[in-house]
């Protein structure tokens, strides 16, 4: 059954320094979105993504945030200048249209 | 602001022993209603898609309900390795984005 992968499962940085995590998404979808979830917290939206720009973003998506859709297949979430309170798992999801979305694994995020 | 409730927090049910999940909603323009279960460090597990009150979807021991302000999960007989938080998140409006729950979390004993 296909799937929607994410690398590294686990990240640890120093605070103020840029992290980038990669998703694969499933093969046919069209539709990739980042979620976010603080240990112990909701899950929360940051960001949503179709036909290569932006669609969706929330409050917590600032400019230190960035996605893109390097090379056509993987999905990336840039962190600028990360902060402690950054630290969280942090998943990808997709879609084929605007219907069920398909979470990765995610990848924990540790800012020390 | 779309807002979705779980209850309870927690559930602790002996093997066999079936119960529900709620999840209340509010808001504008519900587009669709879904369920997920999640493992202790891992990514949502798409369970239920739910669009109009009235609707019920099942698999294995779960079934899902929706009502105009409500959603129900009802675990029939549950066995251990049902344990997990169950997640309701809604989709409403022009947004695409979910909106989650806190979550349920379901322990089963044998």
């Known amino acids: 059954e296909p799937e929607v992968t994410q690398t590294p499962s686990h990240q640890v940085t120093q605070m103020g320094q840029e992290v980038i995590l990669r998703c694969v998404p499933i093969?046919?979808?069209?539709?990739f979105y980042w979620y976010r979830q603080i240990l112990g917290q909701k899950v929360e939206f940051l960001v949503s993504f179709y036909n290569n720009e932006i669609s969706e973003k929330s409050e917590i998506f600032d400019d230190q945030f960035s996605v893109e859709r390097p090379d056509g297949s993987n999905f990336t979430l840039k962190i600028r200048s990360t902060k402690l309170e950054d630290s969280a798992m942090y998943f990808c999801a997709t879609s084929s249209f605007h219907y069920e979305q398909y979470f990765g694994p995610g990848t924990r995020l540790t800012v020390t | 602001e779309d807002q979705v409730t779980q209850s309870p927090e927690a559930l602790r049910l002996q093997e066999g022993e079936s119960s529900s999940l709620n999840c209340s909603y509010t808001?504008?323009?519900?587009?669709?209603l879904f369920w997920y279960r999640q493992d202790p460090g891992k990514g949502p597990e798409f369970l239920f898609t739910?669009?109009?009150a009235g609707e019920e979807k099942e698999k294995e021991r779960l079934k899902a309900t929706l009502t105009k302000k409500e959603s129900f999960l009802h675990i029939t007989a549950p066995k251990p390795e049902d344990s997990a938080t169950y997640l309701c998140?809604?989709?409403?409006?022009?947004?695409?984005?979910?909106?989650f729950g806190a979550g349920t979390t379901v322990t089963v004993r044998a």
């Open positions: 093969s046919n979808h069209l539709y």
């Open positions: 998140a809604v989709q409403a409006g022009d947004d695409y984005k979910l909106s």
């Open positions: 739910l669009y109009s």
């Open positions: 808001v504008s323009g519900l587009r669709g």
